[in-house]
């Protein structure tokens, strides 16, 4: 018996097989080693019970007959699998993961070898085992969802069977039929979660289902089911969800990123930017992973219009928020400050060649760079490994000096002399360039000779060469070059599109043009200024050769049918005195041309030869290197001693974006793409940048905005800066749609209740607009105004003067109709525009809007108790909430000048009268806030409440019905340290006054100056740096829902380019129509 065992581990352990397969039967055997084997982690016992019942080949071997009836209930019998794994119990390990059921694994290498080898040797079977356990763990086939199980059936007479299934082959003796029994598996949800929302179970990860999360993607990607990898997997907010919850956030970026470089990509660009945000938010999601869809919609929607792919992702945190029942949604957001970008660095070994001396790029994004000590490599994309070029066909060793992009190819050249020519995309990717330096211009010289540039046409290369007269031209890289002669030093060359006519450039400013096909000079311009010609730019469909020299200045020729006797058209001049140029940039497509130098940047329209602008540079600073954004309305810049690429609107001149490099001392280089922009730092970091011009061109005012008024229905508000302007914006689109302009800065913005007026103070006068036809109708001057006031009627309109007369005057025609002689502090008008209600050293007033004379005085001055805050009460308008100074809360009746007590507040609550707003019901009045959050008053109960924010709170306001109440709150100090774009910035809570629940709470990413809150439930908040964003209240618990269509229209439309302007200025009347005395 002992010399029977066969010799070997692989051996014995296959004749093991044999044995489980006679006890067992074959089928069962070989599948259910096979499934272990392919595991990712392992499996448990109940998984390899539910893929043994979902596989038909287990099924049909081993568990049916030939034309027996089947049940519409099917599956491998539990005790079959317990026998099989109790015979292999010696050689199976077990391991818990979190809390679940043990997983059983190979505790010996070799039983997966053998295995593999076994049964698993068809690669074609290894994809289609994968692709049953991927369906398993995507619970395709749970939730009574049967599947087909095709059986062989005798013969019967051609109509149904009793499974209502039909027959595919009636002719002979038996038949296919399709019998779908449900094979009970379980089903697979990414989180399994309670009757209740999402718990704080959910944030230590117990309720994820980490199988699904762990096994689906590598049985997606084995079986090369890449679409659904990465639409249905790596895409969904589910499983990002599962995977933060789980504490797997650096494996999900990693995904994200394309870990497996083999991997297919489909959606490389959406792919990197929702990793970008998951690791700039990691500092977040750690501690808070329940706030990953709140990050990633407000992060994400200002670029849905770019990556329309990502719609479907919104579309899904839309649906999550409906879920859990509560939450606030994002109408309108800006761009966050910091941009995301794709960033990968160069390996070990190539950084430790020292720095980077020059980079090129492909017109397929490839970049190429030579290092110091004169190594190159190529980075394809963001999803393969930066590579080290090396000549390994001819083992050469090399030290390349120069880099340069031909467009579609890399020209390479080294300190010997040599050049090659590399092919990004094509399998032999070095080519050697013969025989450019065997030329007799090159006799006799042994020192290096240095490439200054190249172009290449569909034929030719051309290569000119630093301080050389002439131009190097190949047909092909194997031939010998034809040299075109010049009579001075080449400097810049451009070819004609259809590759004939070569136009060089030279140091005296005179450019030779030659006819490439049969070697002739055709003819020289000549420029009066004799300054070297650093770039020549061919219009050809407008006939112009413009000659930009190294100071700048601009010669137009026009070069009508053939250049045979170019025509000199005109000079463009820059500013004299200045620095030589530094490099110029210029996009066919806008007909702009950038011109670069050391202090001022130009830039020029190339179709009428007009200066659209000047940019000078920062004081103290140098411009190094700029070029155009690829829609023309921003340009880049990089400025000395600065590691930061800024951004300028071209329209505004304002710097709108800085972008950070990875770099805290060393100036990056800058390239641009098809789509975007590359930074490479000198000691290898490579950033990639495509969403600048959504996020530089994204509306922003001048200045912080400070103030923010909408309409009831919140589709139309308007923002003030505190400059001439007031913008008017529409929230179906997203953009302001009218720029009210004013003679000086806008002081005050009021909103008719009516929506039919729009009241400005500006520089002593105020402005009425008529917003439906857009127009200025009245401009007052002779009022010193603080504040304008206008009744809920929408008639009449208060101008509160500090010092003077306060006029009450006709909204309709401006005619005053009484004048108020005491100023009152906090002043507001009753809900039935009959009295203007305020505080004057210490009592309350109600003063008649008719006659200006004061009509009704709550006053307790001989209980030595003052008024410190009071608020109307729209739904009973005759009475006022009125707080003393002791904190007794009054109601004053006002037209019959009766109060009565209410109760007294407790001592610990303070009364911060800016603060105190009531609810127009009457329920609920705010209080107070401080540095953990903020009270307020349920007046129903006489309670007071507190609630806690995450910081203190600096504004609060309620909605109109006074339900909610939205806070703005600031982190602690020790939050605000982290360098992310979350934590230094305010927190947006909403609070059901209700019960004190939070419905929602949102981390900004810019520093909030102003709030309001629409009857609608919309949230407008005005940010620091001038833009606005607009939040929407979704509240299923008090069913209450902010109506969103600005929000899916938003989706739907916001997809152009805002270009930095409003489109319609409205200006205001040049001289006032109506003086008051």
């Not at 709170?953 to 020790?974: E, H, I, M, N, T």
């Not at 909403?990 to 520093?1007: Q, S």
Request: glycine share 6%; hydrophobic share 40%; with cysteine.
């Amino acid at each position: 018996m002992e010399s029977s065992l066969p010799n070997g581990v692989h051996a014995s352990i296959s004749a093991l097989l044999d044995v489980l397969e006679q006890k067992h039967g074959p089928t069962l055997v070989r599948r259910c080693l096979s499934y272990l084997t392919l595991s990712r982690t392992g499996l448990t016992e109940a998984e390899l019970t539910d893929l043994l019942s979902s596989d038909d080949e287990v099924l049909m071997t081993q568990y049916t007959l030939r034309g027996q009836a089947h049940s519409c209930r099917l599956r491998v019998p539990h005790v079959d699998v317990e026998r099989l794994l109790l015979d292999l119990r010696m050689f199976l390990g077990r391991r818990t993961v979190a809390a679940g059921a043990p997983l059983l694994f190979w505790v010996c290498r070799h039983f997966g070898l053998v295995v593999t080898k076994k049964y698993l040797g068809c690669h074609e079977l290894r994809e289609q085992l994968h692709s049953l356990m991927a369906d398993y763990f995507n619970g395709r086939w749970a939730y009574g969802n049967a599947k087909p199980l095709i059986i062989m059936r005798e013969s019967e007479p051609s109509g149904t069977t009793e499974f209502g299934s039909s027959k595919t082959n009636t002719a002979s003796e038996t038949a296919e039929m399709a019998v779908y029994i449900d094979r009970q598996p379980p089903c697979q949800p990414f989180v399994f979660r309670s009757s209740d929302a999402l718990s704080s179970a959910c944030k230590e990860g117990s309720l994820v289902n980490l199988r699904r999360i762990i096994e689906l993607p590598h049985h997606l990607q084995e079986s090369k089911r890449w679409e659904e990898l990465e639409r249905k997997l790596l895409l969904s907010l589910g499983f990002q969800q599962a995977m933060v919850l789980a504490g797997l956030l650096g494996d999900l970026v990693d995904m994200l990123m394309g870990e497996k470089r083999s991997q297919v990509v489909t959606l490389p660009r959406e792919r990197a930017l929702l990793a970008s945000m998951l690791k700039s938010t990691a500092c977040i999601l750690q501690s808070s992973p329940e706030e990953l869809p709140m990050l990633m919609e407000c992060r994400l929607l200002p670029f849905v219009g770019i990556y329309q792919e990502l719609e479907v992702y919104i579309q899904e945190i839309e649906q999550e928020r409906r879920r859990r029942g509560s939450g606030i949604s994002v109408v309108l957001c800006p761009a966050s400050s910091i941009l995301p970008s794709i960033q990968c660095s160069l390996s070990e070994g190539i950084q430790g060649q020292g720095c980077i001396k020059e980079v090129a790029l492909t017109a397929c994004n490839v970049v190429v760079g030579v290092m110091e000590s004169g190594i190159a490599w190529m980075w394809r994309s963001p999803w393969r490994e930066v590579e080290e070029l090396s000549l390994s066909n001819k083992q050469l060793k090399v030290e390349f000096s120069r880099v340069m992009s031909t467009g579609r190819r890399i020209l390479l050249s080294t300190y010997c002399n040599m050049l090659f020519l590399l092919a990004v995309t094509s399998p032999e990717m070095f080519v050697e360039v013969e025989g450019p330096l065997e030329t007799e211009e090159f006799q006799g010289e042994t020192n290096q000779h240095m490439v200054e540039g190249c172009v290449e046409t569909e034929e030719h290369l051309c290569v000119w060469w630093k301080d050389k007269r002439f131009v190097s031209v190949f047909r092909g890289a194997n031939g010998k070059p034809q040299n075109f002669q010049c009579q001075n030093p080449v400097t810049c060359l451009v070819c004609s599109d259809d590759g004939r006519f070569m136009y060089c450039g030279q140091e005296t400013g005179a450019v030779a043009i030659f006819d490439i096909y049969n070697t002739n000079p055709v003819c020289e311009c000549s420029n009066p200024n004799q300054n070297a010609i650093l770039s020549i730019i061919l219009c050809e469909e407008q006939c112009d050769m413009a000659c930009v020299d190294i100071t700048g200045n601009i010669m137009l020729w026009n070069v009508d049918g053939r250049p045979t006797q170019p025509a000199f058209q005109l000079e463009c001049f820059s500013d004299k005195g200045g620095n030589s140029v530094l490099n110029v940039d210029y996009s066919y497509e806008l007909a702009t041309l950038l011109v670069c130098k050391a202090q001022q940047i130009t830039l020029w329209n190339t179709c009428e030869w007009v200066m659209l602008g000047q940019f000078m540079t920062p004081q103290g600073k140098a411009f190094l290197h700029a070029l155009l954004a690829q829609e023309g309305h921003l340009f880049l810049a990089l400025l000395q001693s600065c590691s930061l690429v800024l951004v300028w609107n071209i329209s505004s001149g304002e710097c709108v974006l800085s972008l950070d490099t990875c770099s805290s001392t060393s100036v990056p280089r800058l390239l641009k793409t098809a789509s975007g922009f590359i930074t490479i730092t000198p000691r290898g970091c490579l950033s990639m940048w495509e969403v600048i011009n959504a996020a530089g061109m994204s509306p922003k005012m001048s200045h912080g905005v400070s103030q923010v008024v909408a309409d009831e229905v919140g589709e139309k508000f308007y923002t003030a800066d505190g400059s001439i302007a007031v913008w008017g914006w529409s929230l179906r689109t997203g953009d302001p749609e009218v720029n009210f302009i004013h003679e000086g800065p806008v002081e005050k913005l009021m909103l008719s209740p009516d929506n039919s007026h729009l009241v400005s103070v500006s520089g002593g006068d105020i402005y009425v607009w008529q917003l439906d036809t857009r127009q200025n109708i009245f401009r007052i001057r002779g009022s010193s105004a603080t504040d304008i006031l206008i009744t809920p009627n929408s008639k009449f309109a208060v101008s509160l003067c500090e010092r003077g007369l306060s006029p009450v005057w006709n909204l309709q025609n401006g005619g005053v109709v009484c004048h108020i002689q005491l100023y009152l502090d906090a002043a507001k008008v009753s809900p039935e525009s009959t009295f203007l209600i305020g505080l004057h050293q210490g009592d309350l007033l109600a003063t008649n809007l008719w006659s200006g004379t004061v009509s009704r005085r709550f006053s307790h001055a001989a209980h030595s108790e003052h008024v410190v805050a009071f608020h109307m009460l729209p739904q009973q308008p005759d009475f006022v909430l009125v707080m003393g100074s002791s904190g007794v809360v009054y109601t004053w009746k006002v037209p019959e000048d009766t109060m009565l007590q209410q109760f007294q507040l407790p001592r610990s609550f303070s009364i911060q009268p800016h603060v105190v707003q009531t609810s127009s019901a009457g329920s609920f009045m705010l209080l107070s806030t401080n540095k953990d959050g903020m009270a307020y008053l349920d007046l129903s109960t006489h309670q007071t409440c507190s609630v806690k924010v995450e910081g203190a709170a600096f504004a609060v306001c309620l909605d109109k019905a006074g339900r909610y109440a939205v806070c703005l709150s600031q982190p602690s100090a020790l939050t605000a340290q982290c360098s992310c774009d979350v934590h230094p910035e305010s927190v947006l809570t909403v609070i059901r006054l209700a019960d004190g629940g939070k419905v929602g709470m949102l981390r900004m990413c810019k520093t909030p100056l102003t709030v309001a809150v629409c009857e609608q439930l919309y949230v407008y908040v005005g940010f620091h740096d001038g833009s606005v964003a607009v939040y929407s209240i979704l509240d299923l618990i008090n069913k209450q829902e902010c109506s969103v269509r600005g929000r899916d229209n938003l989706i739907g439309l916001k997809k152009h380019c805002f270009c930095g302007t409003v489109r319609m200025r409205l200006s205001p009347l040049a001289f006032p129509n109506i003086t008051w005395p």
